[in-house]
């Protein structure tokens, strides 16, 4: 059986807390946890981090956790009943200064005093994930008059964009701090931040995750329309980041949907370009909430997301609170083996014509290019500290396996998230010098990877446990002696 290179985040809520249903997603093909902290409680995502890292080490599995901060998503207060119906014509008004809990069909507080500053007249504003549409007419001191061009229901909290974008809160709150010191304490391998506008609010995510002693590699979500407004604003904002997530929910509302797909497939060849994991995200198996299985579209999408090179794929409410969240996860599995099969999926142009910045990355993709070139490599081995070797060499097209051999637990579980990367504990370093190639070669053979007369490639540097050290790249035969 192949494996499968495109990888799966599942998020992880009431429909997936126990330690049964946990068991089933990481066998169905879970590599990555998300634990989402827009909802739940510190304690609920102690107790899953706890569960999961505790499953999957009984079942030899590496899973990589991911916490996702709730960032400044601006939301209408409340209703007095909670709810209310709108109708195309309506007027309807956003106050910053209307009592936070008294919201009626005529008026609804906002938490977001710059709103009255930050909009005009003439624009559009999208509510409920793009559902009700309003157009603003005259603004005030305290608050937009809008009138209601696409109407239905609006209840209590729900979110609020600009076509176009431009809401400018500030990337993190005062919840995010303290989820910044959870997933520290938690030791998360990743922690996305929502909705950075631009590289400056990567670099505070960071300053804040250093005070806070949090090691997490941080993901950009892609989700604002400025991110993406031009090359030097996504350029900027990935190369800030150590990975970037293709957020469709709120990024679709602020660009419109049709232009969605263009946008996906720029923002996946812009990470890989840097050297950046991607995930692509939101709605990928939505049907399957309530249904066992997926629609023709649902597959298309994920399947097109990995003919696009995604690290991974996502779910969201699918596995957090739908009826089927393993069922979910199987079928992503199987949707992306069937993509892999894809002969474009062994062809690559990556970095063609360029230079490369740095050895390591020259040693790494020197790798890929004998490993799809030498007929008889089977597999790679990438020795790594961090995880940046097999990070670069996967950004290649290849149907070569590359294994990541380290002996650091937060590495092993980070590359899970990583495309066609899977991790071999292995140290070096508690091995004579010049047997660690036929040791690490062994690890292979005794898995049934490799046998007598294949050929291996092997990355490593001049010392062990040197992150950016690689500098050598061996090509060894299975079978004979190896130094
Ligand atoms: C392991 C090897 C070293 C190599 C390093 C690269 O520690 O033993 O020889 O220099 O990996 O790590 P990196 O994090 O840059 O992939």
Same mark, same amino acid.
Request: with cysteine; charged share 20%.
């Given at each position: 059986?192949?494996?499968?290179?495109?990888?799966?985040?599942?998020?992880?809520?009431?429909?997936?807390?126990?330690?049964?249903?946990?068991?089933?997603?990481?066998?169905?093909?879970?590599?990555?946890?998300?634990?989402?902290?827009?909802?739940?409680?510190?304690?609920?995502?102690?107790?899953?981090?706890?569960?999961?890292?505790?499953?999957?080490?009984?079942?030899?599995?590496?899973?990589?956790?991911?916490? +996702?901060?709730?960032?400044?998503?601006?939301?209408?207060?409340?209703?007095?009943?909670?709810?209310?119906?709108?109708?195309?014509?309506?007027?309807?008004?956003?106050?910053?200064?209307? !009592?936070?809990?008294?919201?009626?069909?005529?008026?609804?507080?906002?938490?977001?005093?710059?709103?009255?500053?930050?909009?005009?007249?003439? +624009?559009?504003?999208?509510?409920?994930?793009?559902?009700?549409?309003?157009?603003?007419?005259?603004?005030?001191?305290?608050?937009?008059?809008?009138?209601?061009?696409?109407?239905?229901?609006?209840?209590?909290?729900?979110?609020?964009?600009?076509?176009?974008?431009?809401?400018?809160?500030?990337?993190?709150?005062?919840?995010?701090?303290?989820?910044?010191?959870?997933?520290?304490?938690?030791?998360?391998?990743?922690?996305?931040?929502?909705?950075?506008?631009?590289?400056?609010?990567?670099?505070?995510?960071?300053?804040?995750?250093?005070?806070?002693?949090?090691?997490?590699?941080?993901?950009?979500?892609?989700?604002?329309?400025?991110?993406?407004?031009?090359?030097?604003?996504?350029?900027?904002?990935?190369?800030?980041?150590?990975?970037?997530?293709?957020?469709?929910?709120?990024?679709?509302?602020?660009?419109?949907?049709?232009?969605?797909?263009?946008?996906?497939?720029?923002?996946?060849?812009?990470?890989?370009?840097?050297?950046?994991?991607?995930?692509?995200?939101?709605?990928?198996?939505?049907?399957?909430?309530?249904?066992?299985?997926?629609?023709?579209?649902?597959?298309?999408?994920?399947?097109?997301?990995?003919?696009?090179?995604?690290?991974?794929?996502?779910?969201?409410?699918?596995?957090?609170?739908?009826?089927? !969240?393993?069922?979910?996860?199987?079928?992503?599995?199987?949707?992306?083996?069937?993509?892999?099969?894809?002969?474009?999926?062994?062809?690559?142009?990556?970095?063609?014509?360029?230079?490369?910045?740095?050895? +390591?990355?020259?040693?790494?993709?020197?790798?890929?290019?004998?490993?799809?070139?030498?007929?008889?490599?089977?597999?790679?081995?990438?020795?790594?500290?961090?995880?940046?070797?097999?990070?670069?060499?996967?950004?290649?097209?290849?149907?070569? !396996?590359?294994?990541?051999?380290?002996?650091?637990?937060?590495?092993?579980?980070?590359?899970?998230?990583?495309?066609?990367?899977?991790?071999?504990?292995?140290?070096?370093?508690?091995?004579?010098?010049?047997?660690?190639?036929?040791?690490?070669?062994?690890?292979?053979?005794?898995?049934?990877?490799?046998?007598?007369?294949?050929?291996?490639?092997?990355?490593?540097?001049?010392?062990?446990?040197?992150?950016?050290?690689?500098?050598?790249?061996?090509?060894?035969?299975?079978?004979?002696?190896?130094?």
């Amino acid at each position: 059986m192949s494996l499968r290179r495109t990888k799966i985040v599942a998020t992880i809520g009431p429909a997936s807390s126990s330690p049964e249903v946990l068991e089933q997603l990481i066998l169905a093909g879970m590599d990555v946890a998300r634990l989402n902290f827009s909802h739940g409680n510190a304690d609920e995502h102690r107790a899953r981090a706890v569960l999961i890292r505790e499953i999957a080490a009984r079942l030899n599995c590496h899973v990589a956790l991911l916490g +996702d901060l709730q960032g400044p998503k601006i939301r209408i207060a409340r209703f007095i009943d909670k709810k209310i119906e709108l109708q195309a014509g309506d007027p309807f008004c956003f106050s910053i200064t209307h !009592p936070r809990d008294a919201g009626n069909q005529q008026v609804v507080c906002i938490d977001y005093p710059d709103l009255v500053t930050d909009c005009r007249v003439g +624009d559009e504003l999208l509510l409920d994930d793009g559902r009700i549409v309003m157009q603003v007419e005259r603004v005030s001191a305290d608050a937009l008059h809008c009138l209601v061009l696409v109407g239905g229901p609006l209840s209590d909290h729900k979110g609020i964009n600009r076509r176009g974008g431009g809401l400018t809160a500030p990337a993190l709150t005062e919840k995010d701090k303290q989820d910044i010191r959870l997933a520290a304490e938690l030791d998360l391998d990743y922690l996305a931040v929502s909705f950075p506008r631009d590289a400056a609010d990567m670099h505070l995510a960071r300053r804040l995750c250093q005070e806070a002693q949090c090691n997490s590699w941080l993901v950009a979500k892609i989700e604002r329309a400025e991110a993406v407004m031009n090359d030097e604003a996504l350029d900027g904002l990935i190369s800030a980041s150590d990975a970037v997530m293709v957020a469709r929910g709120d990024l679709a509302v602020e660009i419109g949907d049709a232009e969605l797909v263009g946008i996906q497939k720029k923002i996946i060849a812009a990470a890989r370009k840097q050297n950046k994991a991607v995930i692509t995200a939101t709605q990928m198996m939505e049907s399957m909430i309530h249904s066992p299985m997926p629609t023709r579209a649902e597959v298309s999408d994920v399947a097109n997301a990995a003919l696009d090179y995604t690290d991974a794929v996502m779910l969201s409410a699918e596995t957090a609170a739908g009826e089927y !969240p393993v069922q979910a996860v199987a079928a992503m599995a199987r949707v992306c083996l069937g993509a892999e099969k894809n002969p474009i999926m062994r062809r690559s142009g990556h970095r063609i014509g360029q230079q490369f910045e740095r050895w +390591d990355e020259s040693i790494a993709l020197a790798a890929m290019y004998t490993a799809n070139h030498f007929p008889g490599v089977k597999a790679i081995i990438a020795l790594t500290e961090s995880g940046y070797t097999p990070l670069v060499m996967s950004r290649i097209r290849s149907p070569m !396996p590359i294994y990541a051999f380290t002996s650091s637990p937060q590495t092993q579980a980070r590359v899970a998230l990583f495309r066609g990367v899977y991790t071999i504990p292995f140290d070096p370093s508690a091995i004579a010098n010049s047997t660690v190639s036929q040791a690490a070669v062994e690890e292979l053979v005794k898995r049934g990877i490799v046998e007598t007369g294949d050929w291996v490639i092997l990355t490593k540097g001049d010392s062990y446990h040197t992150v950016g050290g690689t500098n050598t790249m061996k090509l060894l035969h299975v079978g004979h002696i190896l130094s």
